[in-house]
């Protein structure tokens, strides 16, 4: 297996990254979140990271685009490219990116679903077999009682009246 750019290497902090900051990060996302168990520990520390490759993958997309276009126009440059479709390490810049997006709000949804209480289920009303039920209608301002009978509609009763 051979490494052909390494972004997506095990390494946390590149020799040319600052590995206090990485630390600072973490600490802060622990700080912010406070993960409780091992297991909010581990999705905080993934966001983190997710937070520290995305910045990597921008700073490095914009070298890249620097570095594409010289002394030209940025815009006109990378136009140019992407009609020629040159623009290969462009494109794995943002799928490595967009891969450590959805790490990051993967991550965050899963401590979201972790930490939301268990809502009880709804209380159903007990069900009467056979007992009619009572249905409320108006006309003309007064109130009439309709009978339901199971299993019909409010529209297939009788009034009580006839």
Same mark, same amino acid.
């Given at each position: ?5 390494? +972004?997506?290497?095990?390494? =946390?902090?590149?020799?040319? @990254?600052?590995?206090?900051? #990485? ?9 912010? +979140?406070?993960?409780?168990?091992? *297991? &909010?520990? #581990? /999705? ?16 490095? @997309? ?7 276009a ?7 440059? *990378?136009?140019? =490219? +992407? ?6 390490? /462009?494109?794995? /810049? ?16 899963? *401590?979201?679903?972790?930490? %939301? $209480? &268990? @809502?009880? !289920?709804p209380?159903?009303? $007990? %069900?009467?077999?056979?007992? !009619?039920?009572?249905? $409320?209608t ?13 299993? +019909? ?10």
């Amino acid at each position: 297996m051979s490494i052909q750019h390494g +972004l997506s290497a095990g390494s =946390r902090v590149f020799s040319n @990254e600052n590995q206090q900051e #990485f630390d600072n990060l973490i600490a802060e996302y622990r700080r912010t +979140l406070t993960p409780s168990n091992i *297991l &909010e520990k #581990f /999705l905080v520390e993934e966001m983190a990271h997710a937070t520290w490759r995305l910045a990597r993958f921008r700073r490095l @997309e914009t070298g890249l685009i620097d570095e594409m276009a010289g002394a030209g126009d940025v815009d006109t440059v *990378l136009t140019a =490219r +992407l009609i020629e479709n040159t623009a290969g390490p /462009l494109k794995t /810049l943002q799928r490595l990116a967009a891969a450590a997006e959805r790490s990051y709000y993967r991550a965050l949804k899963q *401590l979201q679903a972790l930490r %939301k $209480p &268990e @809502e009880p !289920p709804p209380a159903e009303e $007990p %069900k009467s077999r056979n007992e !009619p039920k009572v249905v $409320p209608t108006h006309t003309n301002g007064k109130p009439k009682i309709r009978t339901v009978s199971p299993g +019909l509609s409010p529209a297939h009763s009788l009034p009580n009246d006839c």
